[in-house]
């Protein structure tokens, strides 16, 4: 609304009352808070994208201008009866002295009506923007530690405003916790410490917020630390914050669970029962052979094909925006630039800037997938900066600083990106001349400049020769955006540990803190101080003591599930289960249209074997470029597969496959199981495990029942599971 | 006994036209006499070799037993000095004409993959552990690539050698998109090629090796892809090929200098037919590289002062942001047509973007980056192409200098952003291309033969009729209604049947048939002859991966023929309709037509059901559909229209599929169809917009 329209509705309200003996209120400072407290301007409520009952205000209040104009205006302005403010509607209505969907949302004696009945007697005046904004909200205490749980902590909410004025609204701010079984909030405020474990709370105030951490510690007495090795800086920021938490780290893994849990990581294969033997057998310290190892890996081609899957997940290489040839082309640049360790900021920046025939440079794909300005934005924000923007394109972010102007400027850098057909088939051209191009703002249409994300007062100054997605690529990949290199230093660790520092490692917000903020910063630096290798930061986090600890907790880290305090199952995912399936059984995997060699993991797209065994078990189709699609649940299809499907029961079967190969060689029975469990499980069979199954094979029809023991331990939990 | 006899004559003289599928080899050393085997089908008896490789084709007799008809072999011997080059192959048979097939002479001595010689194993060269091993000398091997798979060969290279490692695979007819992929004998890579800018979508690569040992070259298709086509010809040695081409075409009846990279050549195009022709380095061995062919007077960029037209400014954006402009005098109401060659010329990389100012600097028109209609034909987004822009334009009032400009959309530049820009004052205009390859006549029978019309600003209806017709032939249908200027439906109005009925005393052995398309804007006559495609051999998608991905079939324009016919045997039965009776509806009209079938003997069975095709007719219904009781060789079908229909005359065929062994599609002479105008207050919403 207009400046001059504001002025003129609150004059001609001014003239019809005005009780001079109440404090002055005004909308912005005293009733949108109202508004959001009681629940009107909520999803479920008026805040809906399409208002209730023919009445619309802006989700959670983001936006109070709309929300004002709308009460003044909407039915004709009758939501208010000047001359007795009781009669009006917007007093009526909650108190429900006439029939209101919402129910009673406030009683006529409460604080609210008072407030409500004196701005209308006011003549319902706006405020002023200048004075009447919260600035910023400020919570008491800062941090909540507890020494067991069931203690309770009282919080205070104030709010200072932009004229200086501070307010306490401990009453209307909302206050949620992440995690409601570890710290719950009562009315009150008062935050009840529920059980061992760190929570954190946060506290919104008209668009403004703030987080407090809350720490239940272990009441259990006892507690020693005892030092472990630390490898490098990861395993001390790890025991900091252990030690504080009064959390004994578990003991490093052996090296058959550490070879293979590295194995999978880093390669998504299984290691083979030659290369366990062999590893085993090393006589060098293991440290110094788990070091070694972990080259090795990191330069096998299998790394290359494991890492581009999980960049073509990103990416949405998929044929269904690709096409064919688009798709094996895409995957080709994304797969030699991982072989080259390509500096991730220079891929990134390839990645944002490319242009021409997605022929000739297929890192044009990138802007195939989502096309339009406004989902390429999304992608870009989500998948290099761990920022999920997609809220802000309807309503300032709920959690988060952004805007919904925020949104249409960072969509204002793609908004000049065309794609046209090319001359040959899956052949598009990427270029920055895109007719009638600039961003327009969905409330008045007006033109939106490009601008970062992050507050710049300046505005974005694009020289001539760059476009504006030059421009946003070198704001980007920037060492100095607090965003981009913390992003893929959370998103790696969270391949390596099943979780991110912060997590999801895609909503990067003040509202959802890391666990071990000194830690992803130590990632972080290490990543710039490396110029953005990649390769560099994996082997950083495998080398470290905290990434080969054992899975198996002690009484001091058993609840612990979010510190790194011992290493968690993660059930495989489905490309190196069906790989490691294939190694086990030593039978090829058959994808159609594809060379008979191919594995899982270097397929081209998942529409290669689709609605099979590799979707069953969570591979991602690809459609968004959000982590969440890849699933690494157990689910009962899945047993039922495992258990009855063609996957496992002709791989056990097959003619040239490991039992098939171990019979025709004359393996003797103890043979035959030892390398069946370093084929399956990656380690050596224990003597009973041996001998149990030996009795097996000698009971019966041997090749049989060997197929038989092979099926089993593919269903083991040791088989499916990375440990 | 009697019966069975005249059944097998009945066969015999039903025989379809040849059909060729592969020939063996695909290529030959320049010089060098060998032996070409077409397989096929219905190479029977008297098949011989049409093309215009410059030798003789002797048959060495025919197949007999299993491969009797699906195999014939020639002799091939030189008549004159051979060019390495590409060579079309067709067969002619008492029974008609073939398909063409491209053969590829080549300037090394040639070997073929082991996998591939007739009874071989497959997959003996799938990996680097299996690599086929090559000489060390220049080679050519002829390989196929069977379904997904890898070919892998191993050379032997001296430090500091340098080997230039291409595929011809596209450039002469396979539907192989070919890969090349060179690794050291430790299995890092060396060289990668997919889509050299000059050779269509086949591969060089041009290695020099760091140390002496062991090579590998890997040779696969982009996507792997299973294709009846699935031949290349890998070529190894050391040799120079062109790696430019400027100017990218001249024009007719000229000399034209033309700058190859390296070194240069003279193009003579005095005795220039078809719309392209070749250029090549001297003494080369590689394959030539394309060259325009054009009518209009040619200039060379920077051109002084103002463009006079008609004219073909060849261009190069040399360097990346660079725009070429150029001037020209007009007078308010003036036509122009500006056309730019370059993307599908093969030769350059421009994805053109024309853009005409006027004199103070403002943008009055454009093309190549203006919104596209949707493509009701389009699988997906990916599957649509675009070929090079035109740009018509009228000069508005007040305007009388013009700038036009070519850009790349992309900004790019280089040595390979060459263009042709042809400029001519033209009003609207079509053109006609001819759908089918060829086509067999059948003695006493009818044969189609499809057209399709890209508009150039003209949307009324369009008459193709052909200049000359053999004795005892003649031709129905041709006609294409105005466009309906739906901008969301562009594949309307834009596709033409005819039908070719000979006498069965017809006499044609084997020719062209050249058409001449008209239409009439505001009583100007246009008139367009149509071309010919030459050949079309498909290439496939994949088809098991949940998305279907269309592939553009390759052809042969380049070939500058129109529609090559021949008369082929009697179809074992002939179709033929009638319209039986009109009738006004309610929203439109319906059209009761009979079929009936006249087969050459009695034994002959007849589908129930036909195939009726009525091309660009909007809501388009065929109901009612029926055979008579009393004679199973006749019925009748209902077509309707709606309002949505546009009253015009259209084109109405219908195809029946005689099953046994005498298998043939059978079409009937096309008919016109008239959907008369409604009366005003049943005018249908568009029918204004269709008058335009």
């Known amino acids: ?723 | 006994m009697k019966l069975l006899s005249s059944l097998a004559l009945a066969v015999v003289l039903s025989a379809a036209p040849p059909v060729i599928d592969e020939l063996q080899p695909r290529g030959a050393q320049k010089g060098r006499p060998f032996k070409l085997t077409v397989v096929g089908q219905y190479l029977g008896e008297g098949a011989a070799v049409l093309s215009n490789l410059p030798a003789t084709f002797t048959p060495l007799g025919a197949e007999q037993g299993r491969m009797a008809g699906r195999a014939a072999t020639f002799l091939v011997e030189p008549t004159a000095e051979w060019e390495v080059g590409i060579y079309p192959v067709r067969v002619k048979a008492p029974n008609g004409v073939s398909n063409i097939l491209l053969f590829s002479v080549g300037a090394f001595p040639e070997s073929t993959e082991e996998e591939s010689r007739p009874g071989a194993l497959p997959h003996q060269n799938d990996s680097i552990e299996q690599a086929q091993t090559l000489q060390s000398t220049a080679v050519t091997l002829n390989g196929t690539l069977k379904g997904p798979e890898r070919d892998f060969y191993r050379i032997q290279a001296k430090a500091g050698e340098r080997r230039v490692i291409e595929i011809e695979a596209r450039r002469c007819g396979s539907a192989i998109d070919p890969v090349i992929r060179v690794y050291d004998a430790a299995g890092k890579p060396v060289a990668r090629s997919e889509d050299d800018p000059l050779l269509s979508l086949d591969a060089r690569v041009d290695v020099t090796f760091p140390r002496e040992g062991y090579y590998y070259i890997e040779v696969h298709d982009a996507r792997f892809s299973n294709q009846a086509q699935n031949f290349y010809r890998l070529k190894t040695g050391s040799y120079a090929y062109p790696a430019e081409v400027f100017p990218l075409g001249g024009r007719r009846g000229e000399q034209v200098e033309v700058s190859l990279g390296a070194s240069k050549a003279r193009v003579d195009l005095r005795t220039a037919k078809g719309p392209q022709t070749f250029v090549n380095i001297a003494d080369a061995k590689a394959l030539p590289l394309p060259f325009a062919v054009g009518d209009n007077p040619e200039v060379v960029e920077p051109v002084a002062g103002a463009l006079s037209l008609p004219v073909t400014v060849n261009g190069r954006l040399s360097k990346p942001g660079e725009i070429d402009r150029y001037e020209l005098q007009t007078n308010p109401g003036d036509e122009f047509l500006f056309e730019l060659q370059a993307r599908e010329l093969g030769t350059s990389k421009i994805a053109g973007l024309i853009t005409l100012y006027d004199e103070a600097g403002k943008k009055l028109a454009s093309a190549g980056d203006e919104p596209l209609p949707v493509d009701v034909a389009a699988v997906q987004a990916s599957s649509r192409t675009l070929g090079d822009p035109y740009l018509q334009f009228k000069t508005p009032e007040g305007v009388r200098k013009l700038t036009v400009t070519v850009d790349d959309l992309a900004r790019r530049g280089g040595t390979l952003y060459a263009y042709r820009l042809l400029a001519s004052r033209t009003g609207s205009g079509f053109q006609v291309t001819i759908t089918a390859p060829f086509v067999n006549i059948p003695a006493g029978g009818t044969a189609l033969v499809t057209f399709n019309v890209a508009r150039r600003g003209y949307t009324g209806p369009v008459q193709i009729k052909p200049l000359q017709l053999p004795p005892g032939v003649t031709a129905s249908g041709g006609n294409i209604p105005a466009e309906t200027a739906d901008p969301l439906n562009r594949s309307a109005n834009r596709r033409a049947i005819l039908t070719l009925t000979a006498a069965p005393e017809a006499k044609l052995d084997f020719g062209e048939i050249a058409f001449l398309a008209t239409g009439e804007d505001d009583g100007r006559k246009i008139e367009r002859h149509a071309t010919g495609i030459g050949y079309s051999i498909g290439v496939t998608g994949a088809s098991t991966q949940g998305v279907v991905d269309r592939q553009r079939p390759l052809t042969g324009a380049w070939l500058g023929q129109q529609l090559p016919a021949s008369l082929s045997d009697p179809s074992p039965a002939t179709l033929a309709l009638t319209l039986e009776n009109t009738e006004k509806k309610e929203a439109g009209y319906a059209f009761r037509y009979r079929w009936r079938w006249t087969a050459r003997n009695a034994m002959q069975k007849v589908p129930e059901t036909l195939g009726v095709e009525v091309p660009n007719f909007q809501d388009l219904r065929i109901t009612e559909m029926a055979v008579d009781p009393a004679d199973p060789m006749s019925g009748t079908f209902l077509v309707t229209s709606t309002r949505n229909t546009l009253p015009a005359l259209y084109n109405i065929a219908a195809t029946g599929k005689l099953t046994g062994m005498a298998a043939q599609d059978i079409v009937s002479p096309v008919l016109t169809l008239t959907v008369p105008a409604l009366a005003p207050e049943e005018k249908p919403a568009n029918a204004s917009s269709a008058a335009r």
């Open chain 1, 1 to 723: 609304m207009r400046p001059a329209l504001l002025a003129s509705a609150a004059t001609i309200f001014a003239a019809a009352h005005l009780t001079a003996a109440d404090p002055p209120v005004t909308f912005l400072r005293d009733v949108a808070p109202i508004l959001n407290k009681v629940g009107c301007t909520s999803g479920p409520c008026h805040g809906a994208a399409k208002g209730k009952n023919g009445f619309k205000l802006s989700l959670r209040g983001y936006d109070p201008q709309f929300d004002y104009e709308a009460l003044l205006y909407d039915l004709s302005g009758r939501r208010f009866n000047r001359a007795e403010p009781g009669r009006s509607l917007m007093l009526a209505k909650p108190t429900q002295e006439v029939a209101h969907g919402g129910g009673l949302r406030f009683e006529k004696t409460s604080d609210y009506y008072k407030t409500i009945y004196n701005w209308i007697a006011q003549g319902v005046p706006y405020g002023d923007p200048e004075k009447d904004i919260v600035a910023a909200v400020e919570v008491v205490p800062a941090e909540i530690a507890m020494s067991k749980s069931g203690e309770t902590a009282q919080l205070k909410v104030t709010a200072r405003y932009k004229d200086g004025q501070v307010r306490d609204v401990t009453r209307e701010a909302t206050i949620e916790s992440n995690t409601p079984d570890v710290a719950r909030v009562n009315p009150g405020p008062a935050i009840n410490g529920e059980r061992i474990g760190e929570a954190t709370l946060l506290v919104r105030y008209e668009g403004k917020f703030s987080t407090i951490p809350v720490t239940i510690l272990n009441p259990k007495p006892g507690f020693a630390w005892k030092a472990l090795p630390q490898h490098n800086y990861i395993d001390q920021h790890i025991d900091a914050k252990l030690q504080k938490l009064k959390i004994q780290p578990s003991a490093l893994a052996d090296d058959a669970a550490f070879l293979r849990r590295v194995s999978l990581d880093l390669t998504g294969q299984l290691p083979a029962p030659d290369e366990i033997r062999a590893f085993l057998a090393d006589p060098a310290p293991s440290r110094t052979k788990r070091d070694r190892k972990i080259d090795k890996l990191i330069a096998s081609p299998a790394f290359t094909d494991h890492w581009t899957v999980k960049w073509g997940d990103l990416l949405q290489s998929s044929r269904k925006f690709l096409g064919e040839k688009g798709t094996y082309g895409f995957r080709e640049w994304i797969r030699d630039s991982i072989a080259a360790n390509k500096p991730y900021d220079k891929m990134v920046r390839e990645l944002l800037t490319s242009r021409g025939s997605t022929y000739d440079d297929p890192a044009g794909n990138f802007f195939r997938a989502t096309r339009d300005p406004k989902p390429t934005m999304e992608k870009t924000t989500q998948v290099f900066l761990g920022v999920r923007m997609v809220c802000a394109q309807c309503h300032d972010h709920p959690f988060e600083r952004w805007t919904q102007n925020q949104y249409y400027e960072m969509a204002a850098f793609f908004s000049a990106v065309g794609l046209r057909p090319g001359y040959e088939v899956g052949e598009e051209i990427v270029y920055d001349q895109r007719a009638d191009y600039e961003m327009k703002h969905p409330k008045d249409s007006r033109v939106v400049p490009p601008q970062f994300l992050i507050a710049s007062t300046a505005p974005v100054k694009i020289p001539s020769d760059q476009t504006r997605r030059d421009a946003l690529a070198e704001w980007l990949v920037s060492k100095q955006n607090p965003f981009f290199a913390k992003a893929v230093a959370n998103r790696v660790w969270s391949y390596f540990f099943g979780r991110g520092i912060i997590d999801p490692v895609d909503d990067i917000r003040a509202s959802n803190p890391p666990v071990n903020p000194a830690l992803l910063e130590a990632l972080t630096k290490d990543l710039l101080d490396h110029n953005f290798d990649l390769q560099h930061l994996m082997r950083t986090i495998v080398r470290s003591r905290a990434y080969q600890t054992s899975f198996v907790p002690n009484e001091w880290n058993a609840l612990d599930a979010d510190n790194f305090s011992h290493a968690l199952p993660r059930r495989v995912a489905a490309e190196p289960l069906m790989d490691a399936v294939a190694l086990a059984a030593g039978a090829r995997p058959n994808f159609p249209e594809v060379p008979e060699d191919t594995t899982a993991s270097q397929l081209p797209d998942p529409h290669v074997g689709a609605e099979g065994f590799l979707d069953l078990f969570g591979r991602p189709s690809r459609e968004s470029s959000c982590e969440c699609e890849r699933r690494t649940d157990l689910s009962l299809p899945q047993a039922l597969n495992l258990i009855n499907g063609k996957t496992i029961s002709e791989a056990v079967a097959d003619p040239k496959g490991r039992i098939a190969k171990n019979v025709l060689a004359g393996a003797s029975d103890a043979a035959m199981v030892e390398d069946l469990y370093l084929a399956t499980l990656s380690r050596l069979p224990t003597k009973a495990e041996t001998d149990s199954a030996v009795k097996y094979l000698t009971g019966g029809a041997r090749t049989s029942r060997a197929q038989d023991l092979l099926w089993a331990l593919l269903n083991s939990k040791g088989f499916l599971y990375s440990y």
